[in-house]
C-alpha cells in the first residue's frame, strides 16, 4: 500500500506572496497528476508529469517531479485570489488505473 | 471534448430512501468510471471502480450492498445510495477514462443530504 503525503494541509497566504504545496511518497510513480478543485465541483486536471526531474510550467504554477518519481511540488507565483481552492495530487503505477487522491492541499488566496 | 455530466447536481431524501446518482460520458466511450465521496473539507475518498459489463470493484470498508453501482453502457454509470442515512450525506463525484490512457474526465458532482 503506498503512502501518500500532501503538505501543507491548509495554506493562508495574501495575494502576492508565492507558494509551494508538496506530495511526498515512499513508492516510485510511472507518472503523477495534479487537480484543483473549487468548492461544489469536480477536480480539474492542471498537469501531468511523466519523467523524473521533469518541470513543467503553467502560467504562474511550476510543478516538478522529482528525480526519484517519488515526489512533486506545485510551486505558485504572485498567488492571486482565483488560485484559491484544494490541490490534489494523484499519482499513477503499479498497473493499476484507479486514481487515488492525497489528502490535498486547502489554498486560501486572501486580496 | 471529454465531458462528463452528472446528475442530480443536489438532491435531499429521507433517511430509509434510496437515490440514484447518474454519470455519463457524453462525447466519448468511458472505458472504465470511478466514484468517490468527499466529506467537507476533505479530499476524495475512492469509493469503487466500474466497467461497463461487470461487477463494480469496491474500495476496502465500501459496502457493496449499501452503495451500488451499475456500468450498463459505455457511457453511463449508475450510484444507488441505498436505505440512506444522515451520515451518508456527502458530495458524490464520479470520473471518466477512456483507452486506458491515464486521461480522467470528472463530473460536477452530487450533493446528497440526508434528512
Known amino acids: 500500500t503506498q503512502l501518500l503525503e500532501q503538505s501543507p494541509q491548509f495554506l493562508s497566504i495574501q495575494e502576492g506572496e508565492n507558494l509551494t504545496v508538496y506530495c511526498n511518497s515512499s513508492?516510485?510513480?510511472?507518472?503523477l497528476q495534479w487537480y484543483r478543485q473549487e468548492p461544489g465541483e469536480g477536480p480539474v486536471l492542471l498537469v501531468t508529469v511523466v519523467t523524473g526531474g521533469e518541470v513543467k510550467k503553467l502560467k504562474r504554477l511550476t510543478f516538478q517531479f522529482g528525480d526519484a518519481r517519488k515526489d512533486s511540488s506545485l510551486h505558485i507565483t504572485a498567488a492571486q485570489p482565483g488560485d484559491t481552492g484544494l490541490y490534489l495530487c494523484?499519482?499513477?503505477?503499479?498497473?493499476?488505473?484507479?486514481?487515488?487522491f492525497g489528502k490535498g492541499t486547502k489554498l486560501t488566496v486572501n486580496p | 471534448g471529454a465531458v462528463v455530466s452528472q446528475h442530480p447536481s443536489r438532491v435531499i431524501c429521507k433517511s430509509g430512501t434510496s437515490v440514484k446518482i447518474e454519470c455519463r460520458s457524453l462525447d466519448f466511450q468511458a472505458t472504465t468510471m470511478f466514484w468517490y465521496r468527499q466529506f467537507p473539507k476533505q479530499s476524495l475518498m475512492l469509493m469503487a471502480t466500474s466497467n461497463e459489463g461487470s461487477k463494480a470493484t469496491y474500495e476496502q470498508g465500501v459496502e457493496k450492498d449499501k452503495f451500488l453501482i451499475n456500468h450498463a453502457s459505455l457511457t453511463l454509470s449508475t450510484l444507488t445510495v441505498t436505505s440512506a442515512h444522515p451520515e451518508d450525506s456527502s458530495f458524490y463525484i464520479c470520473s471518466a477514462t477512456r483507452d486506458r490512457q491515464a486521461r480522467y474526465t470528472f463530473g460536477s458532482g452530487t450533493r446528497l443530504t440526508v434528512v
Open positions: 494523484a499519482p499513477q503505477g503499479g498497473g493499476s488505473e484507479k486514481l487515488v
Open positions: 513508492s516510485v510513480f510511472s507518472s
